[in-house]
């Protein structure tokens, strides 16, 4: 009677060769893929100094449409686009003009031809007049 064994390491050499080869083919194919990153354009204290005003796009590789977005974020805080309150996102325009008009409202202008997906008038107690 015969028994075919394989080795120990022979046995690790076949599990673990794969799985290498196949987790660095996914690591390249990921580099391939556009990251979607915001890229601030202008940021806001508040007059009391308690938050931060931040308008950002946000670009996910060449087919991505011009947008603008604005958010308010804790002044103490790093603006971060997954915990920011974002209350405007337009797209076919690049421009955007946000202030605060005191240290509860914020005033926004934006071209008439901008195409808006999100326009919330009231965000982390802080009222958006549209202008």
């Given amino acids: 009677m015969t028994?075919?064994?394989?080795s120990l390491t022979m046995l690790v050499?076949?599990?673990?060769?794969?799985?290498?080869?196949?987790g660095v083919g996914l690591w390249g194919v990921s580099t391939l893929i556009p990251q979607c990153a915001?890229?601030?354009v202008d940021e806001l204290p508040s007059p009391d100094g308690a938050n931060t005003l931040t308008t950002f796009s946000?670009?996910?590789?060449?087919?991505t449409a011009s947008?603008?977005?604005?958010?308010?974020h804790p002044a103490t805080s790093a603006f971060d686009q997954e915990t920011a309150a974002v209350f405007i996102t337009a797209y076919d325009t690049d421009?955007?003009?946000?202030s605060w008009a005191d240290e509860s409202s914020i005033?926004?202008?934006?071209?008439?031809t901008a195409?808006?997906?999100?326009?919330?008038?009231n965000v982390s107690g802080i009222s958006v007049i549209y202008e």
Avoid at 58 to 63: H, I, K, P
Avoid at 67 to 72: E, G, L, S, T, Y
């Fill in 13 to 22: 050499a076949l599990t673990t060769v794969p799985a290498l080869v196949l």
């Fill in 3 to 6: 028994r075919n064994r394989l």
């Fill in 107 to 112: 005033a926004v202008r934006l071209a008439k």
């Fill in 67 to 72: 947008n603008i977005q604005a958010a308010v």
């Fill in 95 to 98: 421009s955007m003009e946000a």
């Fill in 38 to 40: 915001p890229q601030i």
């Fill in 115 to 121: 195409r808006v997906t999100r326009r919330v008038n």
């Fill in 58 to 63: 946000v670009q996910c590789g060449l087919d």
